[in-house]
């Protein structure tokens, strides 16, 4: 076969196109001192406003502080799954973690709703940072343990076998062998639940507290409304964000 | 002889098959012994029992006397020299050979690995990751790294197979020179009946799970057991259910005296191997029989009609 | 050993059991009781829930998420298809290539939803650039329909039909279209006939990993649908706050697990290598 042909390099560009150039526009607009879609000159000026919403930058703060929790604990969880996998197969836990990759979001959100309620029959607890919390870590352990598990499986099993031999203990031997190996696909493992779990709305919109909005409820209670030229802010901002924290991820993953 | 580790009667059954199947064995203190077999026969096995990462099925494992075949990895004094040698890629040869002086909170690392790394000649490499070295350096850091713990007994896993055939000669007079100077028990599975003839104190020959033969590299080969030991550990031609090896097959074209044995053959050609020559025959019951001789005795041309003979006391039986 | 694997399996067991499993069991609960008499759920026992999907409203929405879920899909595989194809034939730029599939795809889903807001709404660039240019008069009523929503959907999942197809076209042995072209096969037969039926694999995933997440979309259809274009995953929602029936959004729920479960199982067989 020879190299991709001409029509379909060409297709291949108008696809690419297809795919950045929606995001890149609403990039570009957000520096428009218009609000309509209509160039009227470079500013900062929807930047400086979505600054100084005390909303936006209040879900902004809950939602850094839930997608942190929720990726260290994730990651912690599922690393240490990811391991007790690797040679030890459990198909039911294998398969309620791909179950909950596929799960329409709304369906897990209202279940976690659902549960919630109910447990707070027994509790004096209610709907807050804490319930959210740990719905992210419910649905982004999986991607720890997918990430993690596709770097162990090129480690060598021989490597842990070493370290009991050499007098290394079976935590000794995860600690100082195996973990230093994953480590990169760990980081990367977290760079991932951190995207996941800061841009998630329909699952979050669900569990959230009145104290706990975040900011992708703030926006799309906005864009539900109609465009707003702020919306268009803080998207630019978020595509910037998640872009490099991806690429920083997935550098990590393949080195 | 004190024996440092026995085997009794220790099997390893798997669903599938059976691994190990009643290996009886001791083994003396620095002495150096082989597990010599084909792949499969479970000589691996038998040393991943010993190492700690099998349990046998039955059977008990001895070290100094003391049952160990319940006991972790970690808690016998013994190391294996891996295969592909299993270094730690993120360590350097320092730490990868102080790994287990610190899992065991042992005092003067810093003296004992420079030491180690003085007998295995790898001073100078300190610094550089297991991706930097040689294949060969690799291979003595891992022995080393072993090494610097005093097992009472040094499992090595086929360590040589992952070299390259012109370094293996070398490497294995390096083996045998190290054993030599620190006296630990080596412990040594091979599939090369050649490196383990040449290496060993004594070596045991295992096939489908079983210890057929324990003895020096003499015996062995000159007195194998059983048929296998026989052609697992060398070329034999088996003339009238008796065994002989081509090096004390002699080929003349007349007749030889009454005190010998022989048999009448047909010349089928000859190979030129440079030190000797082989000459390969047809016996007249149609088995094939090959003479190793030397280029002196070699003037035969394919038809001729030969007698091969050898003396009884090389004649291989087996019980 | 086998006892500290236990031990670091026992918090993702908690978290799963507790925080997915059980939660779906409560559905399943509540799918089975009877609404109550201020929202939320009370006794009995009953399958009413269930009965209600035969009316005709909640069949109409239940067909509308499958025509476009199944669009999405078709349109996906059609556009994915030829990049996948591009992107295993770009040799030594391939992860460039593959990259730039996947970036957005990470990238905020709600954001790449309102940038189809942005251009598509009335005085959007799409509109506003077709007036300047004489071409229409009023703008296009291009958002809050159908038409809206597959395309979000095909833009929020195109990425999952490109890798598995990039997958399998990967592998796809080049000897064997050598071979096909040497015996004098056209490109365009060589692909209809060997590269096509090779990437079965490849479309099979893909065409699961896109229709599932599109059977279930709330977020597509609500932001461009604008409320018009109802699909299960708004059924659902819409049970659990505003109608405040909590039993038939337990028993839709289940309804759509029952679609994806099977799905996912034909994808978890054919998947060799195992994501976990």
Partial sequence: MKRASRPLAIYALAAYLFLHLPLLILAAFSFNESRFTVWQGFSFRWYTAAWHDSQLIEAAINSLIVAVCATAISTVIGTLCAYGLWKRRSPVLSGSLYLSLVTPEIVTGVSLLAFYQWIFRFLNVQLGMHTVILAHVSFSIAYVVIVVMARLRTVDGALEEAALDLGANEWEAFRYVTLPAVLPAVAAAALLAFTVSFDDYVITSMVAGVDSETLPMVVYAIARRGVNPVVNAISALLVLGFGVLILISERLRTT | ?319 | MKRLRAWFLAPSWTVMLSLFLFPMLIILAYSLLTRGTYGGISLPWSVESYQRFADPIYLGILWRSFWIAGASTVISLLLGFPLALFISRAGKWKNLYLSLVILPFWTSFLVRTYAWMFLLRDTGLVNSTLQKMGIIHDPLPLLYNDGAVILGLVYGYLPFMVLPLFGTLEKLDRNLLEAAADLGARPWATLLRVVLPLSAPGIRAGVILVFIPCLGAYLTPDLLGGGKSVMIGNLIQNQFTTARDWPFGSAISLALMAIVMPLLIAFVRRDEEGLL
């Fill in chain 2, 1 to 319: 002889m004190e024996s440092v580790l026995e085997l009794r009667d220790i099997s390893k059954h798997y669903p599938t098959h059976r691994a190990v199947n009643g290996v009886t064995l001791n083994i003396a203190r620095g002495e150096f012994f082989s597990l010599l077999g084909p792949s499969g026969c479970g000589k691996t096995t038998t040393l991943r029992l010993i190492a700690g990462f099998e349990e046998p099925t039955s059977g008990e494992i001895r070290l100094n006397g003391a049952a160990i075949q319940h006991l972790k990895p970690y808690e016998r004094n013994v190391s294996t020299v891996f295969q592909n040698y299993a270094l730690f890629p993120h360590l350097t040869v320092q730490q990868n050979i102080e790994f287990g002086l610190r899992r065991k909170g042992e005092n003067e690392i810093g003296r004992r690995v420079r030491e180690v790394l003085e007998l295995v000649q790898l001073g100078g490499k300190e610094a550089r990751r297991p991706t930097e070295i040689s294949g060969g350096e690799r291979q003595r850091v891992a022995l080393a790294r072993s090494l610097v713990l005093a097992p009472d007994v040094l499992l090595l896993d086929e360590p040589l197979s992952a070299l390259d055939p012109n370094l293996r000669k070398q490497v294995r007079a390096e083996l045998k020179n190290i054993q030599r100077r620190v006296g630990i028990t080596f412990l040594f599975v091979t599939h090369d009946q050649e490196e383990a003839l040449s290496l060993s104190d004594r070596l045991g020959v295992m096939h489908a799970g079983i210890l057929e033969q324990v003895g020096t590299p003499e015996e062995v080969y000159l007195r194998p057991s059983t048929r296998f030991v026989a052609s697992f550990l060398g070329a034999v031609n088996w003339i009238n259910d008796v065994g002989v090896r081509p090096e004390v097959t002699r080929v003349t074209k007349l007749a030889p005296d009454r005190h010998v044995r022989s048999h009448p053959a047909t010349v089928l050609h000859s190979t030129f191997l440079g030190n000797c020559v082989h000459i390969e025959t047809r016996l007249d019951d149609g088995q094939l029989a090959v003479a190793e001789v030397s280029r002196a005795e070699a003037s035969f041309a394919p038809g001729e009609r030969v007698h091969l003979w050898w003396q009884p006391a090389d004649e291989l039986s087996f019980k």
